[in-house]
């Protein structure tokens, strides 16, 4: 339990809504592209899922495939990693305003291998303590408005997350969380699945990573709710 003797020795319970922390958990953070590099000491394919590429000018990273191997971490590659967990990206305005503080989300495990589902149990724990953010996990579709995905969605799933988004009153939110959510990720080429959430409903909030850290998802459900400054800028766009 290191979150418990973290909290005894800093006195610091659950972490403070906008404090300024790392995405602590499976990754050390994120690849980006980047800019100045000594490209011939540089081999895109050491990238298994074909994520990285040579540029003139530098290196560029997908994120939206990168499943976070690591194998592209200095000094192997010289790719930035940045400490940040601002991973998800918004392709819809938030939910009204009076939804703010009262958001109850469905989660669909449409073939998570058991990461990302692992990373969103966190949330509910005392270090994250979604709940003190007016975010509550629903147990059924017809009370949600936002509905969380993980996973490629099997082919199996297909209809399963079909009825849970039609079974939700407007307005709603869906968000896709981790890269076989965005495009089936590692089983995007697999005859059992769809390769991604948005084959079946239509996607608002990606969270790219494999899996996203608990701080990634949370951002991505800021998004949703218009708690952060880049909702707010959605929505005047
Ligand atoms: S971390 Fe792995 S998957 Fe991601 S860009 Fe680097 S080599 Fe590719
Ligand atoms: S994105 Fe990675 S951790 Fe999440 S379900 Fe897919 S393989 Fe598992």
Known sequence: MPWFWEGLKTGVRTLRPGAVRLPSGVTPGRPTTTAVTARDRFDANICPVGALAGRDAGVAVDFDHCIHCMRCQPPKAPVHWQNDYRWAQAAAPPLPHRFQRSIHVRIVDAGDCGGCLSE???????????????????????????????????????????????????????VAVGVCALNGGLFADSFAVMGGASRVVPVDVTVPGCPPPPLAILHALELVTGLSRETREVAES
């Open 120 to 174: 969103l149990r966190q949330l509910l724990g005392p270090v994250y303590s979604l709940h003190r953010y007016g975010i509550y996990v629903s147990p059924t579709p017809r009370d949600a408005d936002v509905l969380l995905v993980v996973g490629p969605v099997t082919v199996g799933m297909r209809v399963a997350l079909e009825e849970t988004y039609a079974a939700m009153p407007d307005p709603k939110r869906v």
